[in-house]
């Protein structure tokens, strides 16, 4: 079993900036990428970023967030982070930290970020 608990979430005005963090713990063997979804009110939940789990790379980021949003990973922990910068009010929504192991889906229980103009 895997669990994903996130913080750093909150209200903001627009141009600031939040980091997000998730935990992941549990059996870890097969785990692939970790990545951050957001979803806005009446939306879908869409891909943010994603990591590879034994990689400090970046392996995509929405064309929304590009160049505003940073995924990184904690070299000795589970810890997968978001980091938020330029916020916008469409950014607002609830974000969920995701991990894919052997093929299945874990989610977090999600984190809100709200952006005011």
């Known amino acids: 079993q895997v669990r994903l608990v996130e913080s750093g979430g909150g209200s903001v005005q627009a141009g600031g900036s939040l980091r997000l963090s998730c935990t992941v713990s549990?059996?870890?063997?097969?785990?692939?990428?970790m990545a951050w979804y957001r979803q806005a009110p009446g939306k879908q939940r869409d891909l943010i970023a994603r990591i590879l789990r034994n990689s400090l790379t970046n392996n995509g980021e929405g064309e929304s967030v590009k160049g505003r949003f940073t995924i990184s990973r904690a070299i000795d922990k589970n810890t997968v982070y978001l980091q938020m910068n330029s916020l916008k009010p469409e950014d607002t929504g609830g974000y969920y930290c995701n991990v894919n192991k052997l093929g299945s889906d874990y989610w977090g229980q999600g984190t809100q970020v709200t952006v005011s103009a």
């Open positions: 549990g059996n870890m063997f097969g785990l692939n990428f």
